[in-house]
Structures are given as C-alpha cells and as structure tokens.
C-alpha cells in the first residue's frame, strides 16, 4: 500500500500548533516541550513504544489532558485550558466506546444530539445517513452494535467521528484490536475517507508497518520528546540516530571507525578490518561512531565468489534462515562485526534453494549501503 500525496494541502497550512507543550504527572514528565506544527489536510502519525508520550500529545490536543506549561492552538487560537466538548476535534478510541443498548444509527447521531441549540431531528436524521453512506453503512442503521462485527465496529465509530465535520480526527490506536487481514483493508479504507473528507487525522500507534503506510509524515517519540520527524522514506532512509533506526524498519547497527569524509560519504573500517564506503555521514568527525544498514541493503554470495568491484565482502555463516515466500531472512554471525541480518529476495538467491544452515558465506555490501548515525 502506497501512500498518495495530499495535493489539495498547501504546506504552509496549520491547522494546529504544539508549542513547548509539555505534561507532568506528579514526578513523571510525559510530555517534554513538545514543538509541532500539524498541516491542515495531512495524514500524521505519532509514533513510539509504551511511554514514549505519543498517547498524551494526542489528549493534549483532544483536550483530554492540560499542558503543565506551553501551549496547544488550533486555527491560531489557544485550547490548552478549553474542553474536550468545545474544539473542533473528534476522536476514535482503540476500543470504539460505543454504547451497546443503541442501534447503530443512535450511536452515530449521539453527538448532535447533545448540540446546543439542538438540531432538528430531520437534521440529526439527514448527517447521520450522510455519515453511515460515507463508511459504507447505509443499510445497518436499525442494528445494534452486538451484531456488528469488529471491522463494522470501528466504522460505526468512525461514522459517529465524522458526523460532527470536525477540523481534526484523532485515532488512538483503532486497529490495535483487529486481525491482520482486517487491519490491512481498515488501513486503506481509512485512508480513502481521509482524501474524501479532507480533513487532517492524526493516529497514534506503535505499529511501525501501519505508520509507514498510511502517513504523509511520521513524528518519533521517545522520553516524552520528538526524536525526529519526517516522510516514511525520510526517516526510513535517513534516521537521525540509532533510536530512531531501530524503530522504523529493521537495521543492522555496527560499530565502525570512520577515517574520511567527502562529498556527502565517508570511509568506514568495520571490527573485522573492512573497509566499507557510506553514504550521507553527519558533520566532519572522525573517530568512532555507528553505521546502520538495512537488511536489503545487502547480499549474500558464495565464500568461494569474488567481490565485484565497488563493493565489500564481510565473511560471515548463516545461523538462521527463515524463508518467508517473496523473499528470505537470514541471520548470520561476522567475525568481528556481530551478528548480521540480510533479506534477501527470491529471484535474487544466488544459490538455488538459498544458502543453508552453516553455509559459509560473504555478505557483501554495496557502495553508499548504510548510514552514519548521530549520537542519542
């Protein structure tokens, strides 16, 4: 799944605004001087393991929770002290929060029916169906939400996020409950919504394959702060340290010896003495540092096969070789590296059937393969 594009959104747009926003909890500092711009129509994902304070970014904007110091806006006006129940914001829980003795009309329309001044039941009756047409809900109305199934679940919810047109849709996790299968066909289903609707969502998940597919940016999360921000393929390609490398995608991280630097790479001496060239090295330091390199950045060979040119070759036996269909996952132990991980795709095994358990092999890494990463 491919993530398209917000063409309609201008990047200069904010809808809402973090500044040194930052949430304590007696001694505990969930939130630490958060500072972030939310672009209006954007698909953005906080991403982060348990603590890491994305959960409470999120109801720092829901309204749920207070900043301790700093502020949250929203359209350029301060909400950090405004309830839930006033901001243009709507939120979809990781367990739906829907109430079980209501039809599924009654549960979307419930928000409208708190308005003040109270609309119209035709008018109620009108955006509910709106709302159920938009999730694909038009005939389940009358049902009660026991006889709904968890895909439909998390659509009712939806259904009853959007009915209130709000400015932002917040999703604390809503897939964490799903099936594999079911939580693929709600991600693309989520999305098509949001380039209907056009509104902004943001999502918190721990899910790094979810981020990465739905979001047109991604915000890393670690002891309360941003670890850093960007694009999917930005922060795939190019993570800022070994935290944030570690956490999206898979990576081999490697100490190294860089002894040069030009021209946006470096020259890089691994433990076992290879020399290796990387690409995009931070600053001008030399010394040691840390290299990481994906597992498909690399390939396996034969021991008995010699390097072409422009590439490394670091001996190293398979220990684990698990075939996964498209491609396979082997582990492997380099004498004076560590352990390694290379993937390697089906039609590129250069031995049919692929290397064994025991097999005695050079993984060999490319020029430009792998990244030096900053201090943290």
């Given at each position: 799944?491919e993530?398209?594009?917000?063409?309609?959104?201008r990047?200069?747009e904010?809808?809402?605004e973090?500044?040194?926003?930052?949430?304590?909890?007696g001694?505990?500092?969930?939130?630490?001087?958060?500072?972030?711009?939310?672009?209006?129509?954007?698909?953005?994902s906080f991403?982060?393991?348990?603590g890491?304070?994305?959960t409470?970014?999120?109801?720092m904007?829901a309204?749920?929770?207070?900043?301790?110091?700093?502020?949250?806006?929203?359209?350029g006006?301060?909400?950090s002290?405004?309830?839930?129940?006033?901001r243009?914001v709507?939120?979809?829980?990781?367990h739906?929060?829907?109430?079980?003795?209501?039809?599924?009309?009654?549960?979307?329309g419930?928000?409208?029916?708190?308005?003040?001044p109270?609309?119209?039941r035709?008018?109620?009756?009108?955006?509910v169906?709106?709302?159920?047409?938009?999730?694909r809900?038009?005939?389940?109305?009358?049902?009660?939400?026991?006889?709904?199934s968890?895909?439909?679940q998390?659509?009712?919810?939806?259904?009853?996020?959007?009915v209130?047109?709000p400015?932002i849709?917040?999703?604390d996790?809503?897939?964490?409950?799903?099936?594999?299968?079911?939580?693929?066909e709600m991600?693309r289903?989520l999305?098509?919504l949001?380039?209907?609707?056009?509104i902004?969502?943001v999502?918190v998940t721990?899910?790094?394959e979810e981020?990465?597919?739905?979001s047109?940016?991604?915000?890393?999360?670690?002891?309360?702060?941003?670890a850093?921000?960007?694009?999917?393929q930005e922060l795939?390609?190019r993570?800022?340290?070994r935290y944030?490398a570690d956490f999206?995608?898979?990576?081999?991280i490697?100490?190294?010896?860089?002894v040069?630097?030009?021209?946006?790479?470096?020259?890089?001496?691994l433990?076992?003495?290879?020399?290796?060239?990387?690409a995009d090295?931070?600053g001008d330091?030399?010394g040691?540092?840390?290299?990481?390199v994906?597992?498909e950045a690399?390939s396996l060979?034969?021991?008995?096969e010699?390097?072409g040119?422009?590439?490394?070759?670091?001996?190293?036996?398979?220990?684990h070789?698990?075939?996964?269909?498209?491609?396979?996952?082997?582990?492997l132990d380099a004498?004076?590296?560590?352990?390694?991980?290379?993937?390697?795709?089906?039609?590129?095994e250069?031995?049919?059937g692929?290397?064994?358990?025991?097999?005695s092999?050079?993984?060999i890494?490319?020029?430009?393969a792998?990244l030096?990463?900053a201090?943290?």
């Amino acid at each position: 799944m491919e993530r398209a594009a917000s063409m309609h959104v201008r990047p200069e747009e904010t809808v809402a605004e973090f500044v040194g926003a930052t949430k304590r909890y007696g001694e505990v500092l969930a939130a630490d001087r958060i500072d972030l711009r939310i672009r209006r129509g954007e698909f953005l994902s906080f991403l982060g393991p348990s603590g890491c304070g994305k959960t409470t970014a999120l109801r720092m904007l829901a309204g749920f929770e207070t900043p301790t110091d700093g502020t949250v806006l929203i359209d350029g006006q301060d909400v950090s002290a405004v309830p839930a129940h006033r901001r243009p914001v709507n939120m979809v829980f990781q367990h739906y929060a829907l109430f079980p003795h209501m039809t599924v009309e009654e549960n979307v329309g419930y928000g409208l029916r708190q308005r003040r001044p109270r609309l119209s039941r035709r008018e109620i009756g009108d955006k509910v169906a709106k709302a159920l047409a938009t999730v694909r809900l038009d005939a389940f109305g009358p049902r009660r939400i026991w006889e709904m199934s968890g895909g439909q679940q998390q659509r009712v919810a939806l259904a009853r996020a959007i009915v209130n047109e709000p400015k932002i849709l917040l999703l604390d996790e809503p897939m964490a409950a799903l099936d594999a299968k079911l939580r693929g066909e709600m991600q693309r289903e989520l999305l098509d919504l949001q380039r209907q609707l056009g509104i902004t969502f943001v999502l918190v998940t721990h899910d790094q394959e979810e981020a990465l597919a739905m979001s047109d940016r991604i915000c890393i999360m670690g002891k309360g702060r941003i670890a850093q921000i960007g694009s999917p393929q930005e922060l795939y390609d190019r993570p800022a340290t070994r935290y944030v490398a570690d956490f999206v995608g898979k990576a081999n991280i490697l100490s190294a010896r860089i002894v040069a630097r030009a021209g946006g790479t470096a020259q890089a001496v691994l433990g076992n003495g290879a020399a290796v060239t990387v690409a995009d090295a931070p600053g001008d330091a030399r010394g040691e540092a840390e290299i990481a390199v994906r597992p498909e950045a690399l390939s396996l060979a034969p021991s008995g096969e010699a390097p072409g040119p422009g590439v490394a070759a670091v001996a190293a036996t398979v220990t684990h070789r698990t075939f996964l269909g498209d491609h396979t996952e082997y582990l492997l132990d380099a004498p004076g590296v560590g352990a390694l991980q290379v993937n390697v795709p089906r039609q590129a095994e250069r031995v049919p059937g692929g290397h064994g358990m025991g097999a005695s092999v050079h993984v060999i890494w490319p020029e430009g393969a792998g990244l030096v990463l900053a201090a943290g």
